[in-house]
Every structure is written in structure tokens, then in C-alpha cells.
């Protein structure tokens, strides 16, 4: 298993400003993956982030709005940009050691309200 | 195209009950994973049980077991005996090589929120 940490736990942030949510992985892992989780809803991905690569989105994410970052093996960033109300979320990352069919391991979650 | 279904959106018992959480996936391909995890109020979603769809088994662990049956593409959780702590949303998720040819995408179901009254 991995264990996972998200900095910052929750923010309260004004809306057409950006945040950076960065996920850390207690050890190397091959992929990791963003989601949204909408209140009261399920998970959404959002993209999956390689190491050394452009990150792959989901249909209804871009990268203008979700940029992502992968500089190494053990930790990456998601910025949200430009934020709504709509964006306020659970925004969780989740890593696995890559090839089919891997358990995915999730950190606690970045819980985002947008005023 | 894939799909994982939780048709029961809550459910509430009461302490020392049993109580089965169902999942109805669809899928074309014949190899696939699926999964279950817990999401407790805190946020976190912890990973419970990992199933290829080539083990039928029924697995059991602890309090919880699981009923794997192809033949109407289930996957069903069963928690013996629940107790408060088991209070949290739990989620079925699906992956098979359709999804994605070298990464494991999951599609999730919406959800099964459990409430356990003392």
C-alpha cells in the first residue's frame, strides 16, 4: 500500500483566484491520478499525471483550468484556476504502482468551498 | 460502456445488524477488476477489497464478506454484526482494459451512504 498526504486539508478561497492542491506519496509510485468529488456525488477524474509526461485529461477537463504537475515520482500538484462556486469540491489524488488493474490508494482530500 | 450502479443511495440500521451494500457493474470485456472502498466523514476513501473477474471466491474478512457472481454481474458487500464505526459512504468501482489500454481507470458508482444508529 502507499500512504498519501494532500496539502492544504480545506480552504475557503475568492473566486477568480487559483489554488494548488499537492499530493505526496510515502514512496515511488508510477501513476498518479486526480478527482473531483462534487458534493454528495461520486468521484470524477479529473486526469491521470505520469511522471515525465503531460498529464492525461478526462471529457469536461482541460488543462487551462486543472494544470498539473508530475516533477517526480513521489508527489504532484493540481492548481485550480480561475475559480467558481462551482469548482467547491473534494479534490483527492490517488497513486498505484502502475499496470492494469493496480489498487488505486487515496489521499484525505483537498476540501475546496469557492465564495 | 462501463458502468457500476449502487441502487441504494442510504441505508440505516441499527447496531448489530447485518446489512448488504449491492453493486450491479456492466462491462464488455471478461477481465476486469473490481473494488470496494470506504469513505468515513473525515473525506478519506479506504481501500477495502480488490477482485479480478476471474476469482468467483467469496471472500470474507472479519465482519466483512463479499459476493462476487458473474452470472448477474454483482459484487455485493455484506457487513455482519455493524457497528457505529461502520457509518461512512461506501463505493463499488470497476476497471477493465477498455477504460484505458495501460493505466487502471476506475469508473465509480455513486455511492451507498450506511447509517448505523446505536
Known amino acids: 500500500s502507499a500512504v498519501i498526504s494532500q496539502k492544504p486539508s480545506r480552504d475557503i478561497c475568492q473566486r477568480g483566484t487559483s489554488l494548488t492542491i499537492q499530493c505526496q506519496v510515502d514512496?515511488?509510485?508510477?501513476?498518479m491520478f486526480w478527482y473531483r468529488q462534487q458534493p454528495g456525488q461520486s468521484l470524477t477524474l479529473i486526469a491521470t499525471a505520469n511522471q515525465g509526461s503531460e498529464a492525461t485529461y478526462e471529457s469536461g477537463f482541460v488543462i487551462d483550468k486543472f494544470p498539473i504537475s508530475r516533477p517526480n515520482l513521489t508527489f504532484s500538484t493540481l492548481t485550480v484556476s480561475n475559480m467558481s462556486p462551482e469548482d467547491s469540491s473534494i479534490y483527492l489524488c490517488?497513486?498505484?504502482?502502475?499496470?492494469?488493474?493496480?489498487?488505486?490508494?487515496f489521499g484525505p482530500g483537498t476540501r475546496l468551498l469557492v465564495l | 460502456a462501463q458502468k457500476v450502479t449502487q441502487a441504494q443511495t442510504e441505508i440505516s440500521v441499527v447496531e448489530k445488524e447485518d446489512v448488504t451494500l449491492d453493486c450491479v457493474y456492466e462491462t464488455r470485456d471478461t477481465t476486469y477488476y473490481l473494488f470496494w472502498y470506504k469513505q468515513p466523514p473525515s473525506g478519506e476513501l479506504v481501500f477495502l477489497i480488490r477482485?479480478?473477474?476471474?476469482?468467483?471466491q467469496n471472500e470474507i474478512s472479519g465482519r466483512y464478506s463479499w459476493n462476487f457472481q458473474k452470472s448477474t454481474s454483482s459484487f455485493n458487500f455484506t457487513i455482519t454484526a455493524s457497528q457505529v464505526v461502520d457509518s461512512a459512504v461506501y463505493f463499488c468501482?470497476?476497471?477493465?482494459?477498455?477504460?484505458?489500454?495501460?493505466?487502471?481507470?476506475?469508473?465509480f458508482g455513486t455511492g451507498t451512504r450506511l447509517q448505523v444508529f446505536p
Open positions: 514512496s515511488q509510485v508510477t501513476m
Open positions: 490517488s497513486a498505484d504502482r502502475g499496470g492494469w488493474g493496480e489498487t488505486q490508494y
Open positions: 468501482a470497476l476497471s477493465d482494459l477498455s477504460l484505458s489500454y495501460n493505466t487502471d481507470k476506475l469508473i
Open positions: 477482485r479480478n473477474s476471474f476469482d468467483e
